[in-house]
């Protein structure tokens, strides 16, 4: 998921992607906001929460009384707007570089240890939370969006890694919550009304992802090691079944400021209330040409004042 500096990891490549992006988008603001968390024995915990930056924007919903010690285990609620960690900090980032030094450390923090398959065995499940907010010039309304870069910690044999005491603990955790997340993926995949979200802290934080609105990217990771057949034959079967699932359409989070949600404005908008105004699509246009000449950015004054 990281990788190394001369050979980007998925999480890298994918944030440096949203700050390309919105360096092309003339008509929107664009704010990204981290954080990030593990899954360590079906509890959460803030990887950043110890931290003081003047990066921070503060923390979720309801934060202060879940933030009294280091590590304190947060808990995980669904509210108006969907899923949220009650108490997780939020942090501000104004570039790629800027986020990747935050995962950086909170990757230092994630629980690790060592059995007789892995000397550096992941011992939790690793969630990188970046929200996007683009909000328009115009004022008239604002995108929303959540990226979820998911590191799963491999299930365990006990009888190859011969875990004991935490380890063994650990381990059964990290299992549980992958069978838990089987179920779910076998919920979804048989088109069951009934998804079992709630059997364990995963999945119930991933449940806004494995949904109808939500464009999910798998990455199953294999050995070539002969002693090894049965667990790839397993990892293989899950991925099938993840592949068999059929999502649907996802739409877009928009946002409107009271003022605009009809009336005198509604002609600024198509059907979806996703389309520009050719007044402003020409502005837009202009941005865009001055940009491509000078390699600048330029305002919209109009917009601005």
């Known amino acids: 998921m990281q990788g190394p500096p001369d050979d980007k990891g998925v999480n890298l490549r994918a944030v440096e992607t949203i700050f390309e992006l919105a360096e092309r988008e003339w008509e929107f ?3 990204v906001v ?14 950043l929460e110890s931290m003081e930056d003047p990066l921070t924007v503060g923390t979720s919903e309801k934060s202060n009384a879940s933030m009294e010690k280091s590590n304190s285990s947060l808990e995980v609620r669904k509210g108006a707007d969907g899923v949220f960690v009650e108490g997780i900090q939020q942090w501000l980032t104004n570039n790629a570089e800027e986020l990747q030094e935050l995962v950086d450390r909170g990757t230092r923090k994630r629980s690790v240890g060592c059995n ?10 690793l969630v990188v939370l970046v929200k996007v907010i683009r909000s328009h010039y115009s004022g008239e309304f604002t995108n929303t969006g ?17 875990a004991k005491g935490s380890r063994l603990k650990e381990a059964q955790h990290i299992n549980k919550s992958l069978s838990a997340l089987g179920d779910v993926i076998s919920a979804l995949a048989s088109g069951s009304k009934h998804v079992p979200y709630r059997n364990s802290k995963l999945t119930y934080l991933l449940q806004d992802v494995l949904n109808e609105n939500s464009h999910v990217l798998m990455i199953v990771n294999i050995t070539a090691e ?39 404005n509604a002609e600024d908008y198509d059907n979806d209330n996703q389309s520009i105004s050719s007044k402003r699509a020409s502005n ?7 940009y491509k000449k000078e390699k600048k950015w330029q305002p919209n004054q109009e917009w601005m004042t």
């Open 226 to 264: 002969p002693e090894s057949v049965t667990e790839s034959t397993y990892s293989l079967q899950f991925a099938s079944r993840c592949r068999s699932i059929k999502m649907g359409v996802s739409r877009r989070n928009v946002t409107y400021t009271p003022a605009n949600r009809g009336g005198e």
């Open 146 to 162: 959540v990226l979820y870069l998911v590191d799963l910690a491999g299930s365990e044999r006990i009888k190859f890694t011969a």
């Open 116 to 125: 007789n398959v892995n000397e550096h065995s992941s011992r939790s499940h």
């Open 284 to 290: 837009a246009a202009k941005r865009k040409a001055a």
């Open 34 to 47: 981290v954080s990030m968390l593990e899954v360590y024995n079906d509890r959460v915990l803030d990887l």
């Open 29 to 31: 603001q664009t704010s």
